[in-house]
């Protein structure tokens, strides 16, 4: 995307573009202290003038610089009120304003433009529900043209085409994401037989060359046998020559034979799609036992001893052995600080809450729990883990992770292999916990890691508490309860 922008020149060939402008959004704010009107460029040095303008505090660059802009500005203000920020002062530091926030104003920036080729780097990070719904419609309705890096998978069936890179291929499918996981597991599904077929043949083809081989030793141990039985020393000499040759020409056969379908076999292989998957011993983790986990009983927090309770009234529910449930609410909702309660992080100032649960594992978007110093390696050395390191370094590979990775430091990984190697840890405890609470986990994970998570929380038999935007992530989860702290909205 930045090559494409214009951000990064290409080292090799060329790219065409036509008259349409193009406007990129990155994935990271580009400052971390600034008035918000510097988030958005132009479009905030013209929102401040106008603003000025209707004040009466106008100067005169200000009627310059909006002059001839009239329905831009419209445009503009029409699309902050859309994304629901057409509130906010671009006087402000953006350091007073939360990501979410911060990523509708520059969504709302540059969907104004309805004449702009649109390149977004996974644009539904930091929104909310009701923000993910909003950019789906906004994005739907866009006609002059949009290319998305993304891995929401809820956006993706919005597309016309989806382009995979995986392992230094470009594959283009000319669809949206049904259409795309339809082909590839059809690909996937030819590859493999491909592969098995190549791999028969290999097999095959390697039985004969030894059976061959055996023949020919036979016959030459034959051959020496006969120079007691007085057959002239010549003719036995041509005898052992000729059966040289003839036993290393079949060998030169079989020896090609055997190369050509080993290089056709790992094509074929680097074809074939490695699952990421790792299996459990469930009846051994499976939990005993009657009654929730989890039981809140009328539950509220305030954050100032004398302010406002967060909810409008206290929240009760119980979580039962097995059972998913979904906290839902748009940001501002206390999602993250009922999370914070359920964790004993904080203390309710209402209620309370009973955690029956005798072991729990936390996961959220940025994985706290991985210190940036250590490695898997490092942590195996813990007594909660199982000290088979065969079987340690088998769950590793199952989740594509290389044993030089094994010793890598968390700090050094990306978000989608700091994933994995939560589940590689999360598989090689010696007892698995009853309860995983999960804070936004899919955030910045590719598909293919997103898959993994899912299929392995969905083999384990515990408990799980899941704040997630992602719908498809919660039905793939197979959330059975959920909980819309919006309706508890104070």
């Known amino acids: 995307l930045s090559l494409l922008a214009g951000y990064l020149q290409p080292t090799a060939g060329q790219i065409v573009r036509d008259e349409r402008p193009i406007l990129f959004l990155p994935q990271n704010f580009p400052f971390s202290h600034a008035p918000l009107a510097h988030l958005i460029g132009d479009n905030g040095r013209i929102l401040q003038a106008a603003r000025r303008l209707s004040s009466g505090k106008a100067q005169v660059e200000d009627w310059e610089l909006c002059d001839g802009r009239w329905e831009t500005i419209e445009l503009l203000e029409r699309q902050l009120d859309r994304w629901e920020v057409g509130d906010l002062d671009l006087e402000q530091d953006l350091a007073n304003f939360s990501s979410g926030t911060l990523q509708r104003l520059r969504l709302a920036s540059l969907l104004s433009r309805s004449d702009a080729l649109l390149l977004l780097d996974e644009p539904s990070n930091h929104l909310d529900r009701s923000g993910r719904i909003i950019l789906y419609d906004a994005l739907a309705q866009h006609r002059s043209g949009l290319l998305v890096a993304s891995h929401d998978r809820e956006l993706l069936h919005g597309v016309d085409r989806i382009i995979e890179f995986r392992s230094g291929s470009c594959i283009s499918y000319g669809g949206n994401f049904d259409f795309y996981k339809k082909i590839k597991a059809q690909h996937e599904e030819s590859a493999e037989a491909k592969f098995a077929a190549a791999d028969q043949s290999f097999r095959k083809a390697r039985r004969l060359a030894q059976a061959t081989r055996e023949r020919q030793e036979h016959r030459s141990a034959r051959g020496k046998a006969n120079r007691d039985t007085g057959i002239p020393r010549i003719a036995l000499g041509m005898m052992k020559r000729k059966a040289e040759k003839t036993q290393a020409r079949l060998e030169g056969q079989h020896e090609e034979k055997l190369k050509r379908l080993e290089e056709q076999k790992e094509t074929l292989r680097a074809e074939v799609h490695e699952k990421l998957e790792l299996h459990f011993d469930l009846e051994a983790q499976r939990s005993r036992g009657s009654g929730p986990i989890i039981a809140v009983k009328n539950l509220n927090f305030?954050?100032?001893?004398?302010?406002?309770?967060?909810?409008?009234?206290?929240?009760n529910f119980e979580v039962h052995r097995g059972e998913r449930l979904?906290?839902?609410?748009?940001?501002?909702?206390?999602?993250?600080?009922?999370?914070?309660?359920?964790?004993?992080?904080?203390?309710?100032?209402?209620?309370?809450?009973?955690?029956?649960?005798?072991?729990?594992?936390?996961?959220?978007?940025?994985?706290?729990?991985?210190q940036d110093d250590s490695s898997l390696s490092q942590q195996w050395l813990n007594e909660e883990y199982i000290a088979d390191e065969g079987l340690r370094r088998t769950m590793a590979a199952r989740l594509g992770l290389s044993s030089e990775k094994v010793f890598q430091s968390f700090g050094s990984m990306s978000g989608g292999e700091r994933m994995r190697a939560a589940l590689i840890l999360l598989a090689s405890l010696q007892v698995k916990p009853e309860l995983i609470i999960l804070d936004e986990p899919s955030n910045h994970l590719d598909i293919d890691v997103q898959q993994s998570l899912i299929e392995t929380l969905n083999q384990l038999p515990c408990c799980l508490i899941i704040v997630s935007h992602d719908q498809i992530f919660r039905q793939e989860l197979n959330v059975s309860n959920e909980i819309d702290l919006g309706l508890y909205r104070a």
Do not use: C, M
Not at 302 to 315: A, M, Q
Not at 346 to 359: A, F, M, V
């Open 326 to 370: 979904a906290v839902l609410g748009d940001n501002g909702t206390g999602k993250s600080t009922l999370l914070r309660l359920l964790l004993a992080q904080i203390l309710p100032t209402e209620g309370q809450i009973l955690n029956r649960s005798k072991s729990w594992l936390y996961l959220n978007q940025d994985l706290d729990h991985l």
């Open 302 to 315: 305030s954050f100032d001893v004398e302010g406002p309770s967060l909810w409008s009234k206290s929240l």
